[in-house]
């Protein structure tokens, strides 16, 4: 079973995804279009794409293109994130002068750049490509900051582990999938709506849940492409496919412009 | 009068600055937390700070720091963005193979790119940063993209302009003080607000809007540091400091945990 990913080998997608799916193949892609492609099209079974992290929000590419792409969410699943300051091997710490990595993982290790002022941060595409661009060019000044998995990806040293600012770090990831079809014990569920820009839209959009009891864990809403000012919603509730979520969903449709369910499935335990 | 930004000269918040208080003189900060901390100390009159842009969403670290710091939003200002590529002077169009600048920026001009496959997208950390750095290591094949003041402030050449794949492309700023004073004809007011993780929370939150017909313009969520999945909204409201919206806010207060007005100020006209 092949598995897409976004982003370089030894990436905490690809952690997640080798917990996901034990065994599966992982295909890594440079653009997450491309991921959701690939898994539209079936060259792949599977995809796991990040879609929020506590400390720095929503991955909110992931939720346009959860709604332009024609995929279905199966699981969810919560990974704590630990980050790795990684060099090449040899190279000691004390000789360290710039970090590279992403600027999401550099500004989740504050403290450590306030800790080695000496040090420069260096925003980079990718966490693991960091990793990759040090070893493979020998740099012998500089580190990178990803998953502990880069390092045995790339043949890097870890010459610091957990150096994340807050230990209450996780991201969560969806698996996705072609098909429509939720596996047994689904008790969560992701839509996308879009209300009419008139006062208390989003309230009566609201109160289709509220009106029956159906308890929302996440509310966030995103700009629309060419429509400036306007608005998506995207919504995750804790109910799975049963009689009073069909009645708000079919309820939510009266008092919107537009309704997508993006997938149904067992809410994560942690 | 002084105004800090974030970011290099020539960007577009000093393009937001200069149309805001002309005449001022800008102070450019290397983090936004150094722009809040230079308005809250009183070492500038005011700061400028994208708040959301129309493609790419909100920047969501400015959020965090409106909630965080002793400031209050003033104004508010849309400018539409207009990206260029800019490069060294006697640098030609057919001679560059690298583009570099802010990702969200290169995110923005997918075309571009499409339409000239052997230019390679290059992640930089500012878009008038990128232009500073091809200019003064005089790149030979390599240009930037940025506002048209990032050329004319690094002495570059805009070797073609408004690169963007959609025009209705607008960021929105916010120019704060440390004043809590509104404006005369403040009409649009944005508060945070944080809600008990029960049932119906979010919706007896927006009732208090609804049931006074005030209309919400904008609502957003961000995860709370140390609270893992747990959220703070933002929001805006189309009213100032009058007697509704007054009680309004009374009322959110009681079936809420946490609300903080961020400011009260004119709305923008576009």
Request: hydrophobic fraction near 45%.
């Amino acid at each position: 079973m092949k598995i897409a990913i976004q982003g370089e080998g030894g990436s905490f997608s690809e952690d997640a995804a080798r917990q996901m799916a034990p065994g599966a193949k992982v295909v890594a892609c440079v653009r997450s279009a491309e991921v959701f492609a690939q898994v539209q099209r079936g060259s792949v079974a599977a995809a796991v794409i990040p879609i929020e992290n506590t400390l720095a929000g929503s991955v909110t590419e992931h939720f346009d293109l959860l709604l332009a792409n024609d995929v279905f969410i199966q699981r969810e699943f919560r990974l704590r994130i630990v980050h790795n300051l990684i060099a090449a091997p040899g190279v000691k710490r004390s000789e360290i002068r710039r970090v590279y990595s992403h600027p999401v993982a550099l500004d989740q290790c504050r403290d450590f750049f306030r800790r080695n002022p000496k040090i420069e941060p260096m925003p980079f595409y990718d966490t693991a490509g960091s990793v990759k661009h040090i070893i493979q060019n020998r740099l012998q000044d500089a580190a990178g900051i990803a998953a502990a998995q880069a390092a045995k990806v790339y043949q890097g040293r870890i010459l610091a582990a957990g150096i994340e600012d807050d230990k209450r770090n996780f991201t969560r990831f969806f698996l996705i999938r072609k098909s429509r079809r939720a596996l047994p014990g689904a008790n969560k569920t992701s839509i996308a709506f879009s209300v009419r820009n008139i006062p208390g839209a989003l309230f009566k959009a609201l109160s289709v849940f509220a009106l029956r009891d159906i308890s929302l864990s996440k509310i966030e809403s995103r700009p629309m492409r060419g429509r400036p000012w306007e608005y998506m919603f995207y919504a995750d509730y804790l109910r799975g496919d049963d009689e009073p979520a069909r009645n708000a969903l079919r309820h939510l449709g009266e008092v919107t412009d537009l309704v997508k369910v993006l997938g149904i499935y067992p809410a994560a335990k942690m």
